[in-house]
């Protein structure tokens, strides 16, 4: 009797939107579910976690809108485990904007990017538009390489915030034509085609920097000491881009420094499946962003000076887990939004150091340690 007033009310909830009154807002919640297929979790080691170690690489991976809702839904979709919820060290992260309770992308890319929090729309200017000094214009004068890697535009918000400085994220030709006078020695993110809809100036003012490809296996890739690498697309079609480039990530920085690296590497498109409340694609891309994360993990197990921190730029949809069957893959979720939220949104880390990254902590924050952490003498 139970199960089937249940039943009912799963089918009337997937089928129409429902509408709540709640003082003078209107909120909106859609229902969906999804089967995924189960895919490896790998568990580490542990021996260099937590460790005095000595770190000489940092790989930040920002999940674009991976919330506890996020997380939840992915880790019961592989059957109750990730790579990620593997971890032993976790903390949260609060996201808030220097002129908004709820930020967006470009204002917490920045706070990653730089250490300071500004308004939203801003990428690497503080709230009075001056320029803010990102991780790899403070790293790479120390002699360390550094990278991004994202499912997003290379004019996206979050890899923008790791190179440009422009008071709008919607500036997309001023973005493409910072990267030349960028510190990053590589780069890969969307697309060719965004890439040559952009003026021949700016074009080739970064092919003079950098050598670009449209495809990981040019010879030309090999033999460049700064790379672009631009792929056809970034969208579910994608195939393994984003683990695959992950890896191409780790071995190009690691053979172009002495000293060391940092990589960012973004799964920008949980948060584009919550702004449609798309479930098997918030399963999916939430999947996907785990696989890039076990490159990851599985680089500094063997690297044994590298640490590890997994964490979002904000939650997206206000997104939950209602029901699932993880032995079958199966998971049941509700939206109540099609925007961002201002929920903390959780953090993993493994390596050297993690437990600097445990508790509860600003987004800004997290650079002011990677800073401390890769900058110091030691
Ligand atoms: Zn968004």
Same mark, same amino acid.
């Given at each position: 009797?139970?199960?089937?007033?249940?039943?009912?009310?799963?089918?009337?909830?997937?089928?129409?939107?429902?509408?709540?009154?709640?003082?003078?807002?209107?909120?909106?919640?859609?229902?969906?579910?999804?089967?995924?297929?189960?895919?490896?979790?790998?568990?580490?080691?542990?021996?260099?976690?937590?460790?005095?170690?000595?770190?000489?690489?940092?790989?930040?991976?920002?999940?674009?809108?991976?919330?506890?809702?996020?997380?939840?839904?992915?880790?019961?979709? /592989?059957?109750? !485990? #990730?790579?990620?919820?593997?971890?032993?060290?976790? =903390?949260? +992260?609060? %996201?808030?904007?220097? *002129?908004?309770?709820?930020?967006?992308?470009?204002?917490?890319?920045?706070?990653?990017?730089?250490?300071?929090?500004?308004?939203?729309?801003?990428?690497?200017?503080?709230?009075?538009?001056?320029?803010?000094? /990102?991780?790899? !214009? #403070?790293?790479?004068?120390?002699?360390?390489?550094? =990278?991004? +890697?994202? %499912?997003?535009?290379? *004019?996206?918000?979050?890899?923008?915030?790791?190179?440009?400085?422009?008071?709008?994220?919607?500036?997309?030709?001023?973005?493409?034509?910072?990267?030349?006078?960028?510190?990053?020695?590589?780069?890969?993110?969307?697309?060719?085609?965004?890439?040559?809809?952009?003026?021949?100036?700016?074009?080739?003012?970064?092919?003079?920097?950098?050598?670009?490809?449209?495809?990981?296996?040019?010879?030309?890739?090999?033999?460049?000491?700064?790379?672009?690498?631009?792929?056809?697309?970034?969208?579910?079609?994608?195939?393994?881009?984003?683990?695959?480039?992950?890896?191409?990530?780790?071995?190009?920085?690691?053979?172009?420094?002495?000293?060391?690296?940092?990589?960012?590497?973004?799964?920008?498109?949980?948060?584009?499946?919550?702004?449609?409340?798309?479930?098997?694609?918030?399963?999916?891309?939430?999947?996907?962003?785990?696989?890039?994360?076990?490159?990851?993990?599985?680089?500094?197990?063997?690297?044994?000076?590298?640490?590890?921190?997994?964490?979002?730029?904000?939650?997206?949809?206000?997104?939950?887990?209602?029901?699932?069957?993880?032995?079958?893959?199966?998971?049941?979720?509700?939206?109540?939004?099609?925007?961002?939220?201002?929920?903390?949104?959780?953090?993993?880390?493994?390596?050297?150091?993690?437990?600097?990254?445990?508790?509860?902590?600003?987004?800004?924050?997290?650079?002011?340690?990677?800073?401390?952490?890769?900058?110091?003498?030691?």
């Amino acid at each position: 009797m139970r199960k089937s007033i249940l039943l009912f009310l799963t089918a009337l909830l997937a089928a129409t939107p429902l509408t709540a009154q709640t003082g003078n807002r209107e909120i909106t919640a859609s229902a969906a579910d999804t089967y995924a297929e189960k895919q490896n979790a790998y568990t580490p080691s542990f021996r260099i976690d937590g460790t005095n170690a000595r770190i000489r690489n940092i790989i930040l991976l920002i999940g674009d809108g991976m919330g506890q809702g996020a997380v939840n839904l992915g880790m019961y979709a /592989n059957g109750g !485990e #990730l790579t990620m919820t593997n971890l032993k060290t976790m =903390g949260y +992260v609060r %996201t808030q904007s220097a *002129n908004n309770f709820t930020t967006d992308s470009a204002a917490s890319g920045t706070a990653y990017a730089t250490g300071v929090k500004t308004k939203n729309g801003y990428l690497g200017k503080d709230s009075s538009k001056v320029n803010i000094p /990102n991780i790899p !214009e #403070l790293l790479a004068p120390l002699g360390y390489a550094c =990278g991004v +890697v994202s %499912t997003d535009d290379l *004019n996206g918000a979050t890899p923008a915030a790791f190179f440009a400085h422009q008071a709008s994220r919607n500036a997309k030709e001023e973005i493409w034509a910072d990267l030349p006078a960028s510190q990053l020695t590589f780069a890969s993110a969307g697309t060719q085609s965004v890439f040559e809809s952009m003026p021949l100036s700016t074009q080739e003012a970064i092919k003079k920097r950098f050598t670009l490809v449209y495809d990981p296996a040019d010879p030309a890739a090999a033999g460049s000491q700064r790379l672009v690498y631009l792929p056809p697309s970034v969208t579910q079609d994608r195939g393994d881009y984003l683990p695959a480039t992950t890896q191409m990530a780790i071995d190009y920085l690691s053979a172009r420094s002495k000293k060391g690296f940092f990589l960012m590497v973004e799964g920008a498109r949980i948060d584009k499946s919550e702004h449609s409340n798309d479930l098997p694609g918030t399963v999916w891309e939430t999947l996907d962003f785990d696989k890039a994360i076990e490159v990851a993990v599985r680089f500094a197990e063997r690297d044994g000076h590298t640490l590890v921190i997994i964490s979002a730029d904000h939650e997206t949809g206000a997104t939950i887990l209602s029901k699932g069957d993880p032995a079958q893959g199966y998971v049941s979720g509700i939206f109540a939004s099609k925007s961002h939220t201002p929920m903390m949104v959780p953090l993993f880390a493994y390596g050297p150091r993690s437990r600097e990254f445990s508790g509860v902590q600003e987004n800004s924050d997290v650079a002011r340690k990677i800073l401390q952490i890769l900058g110091s003498k030691k």
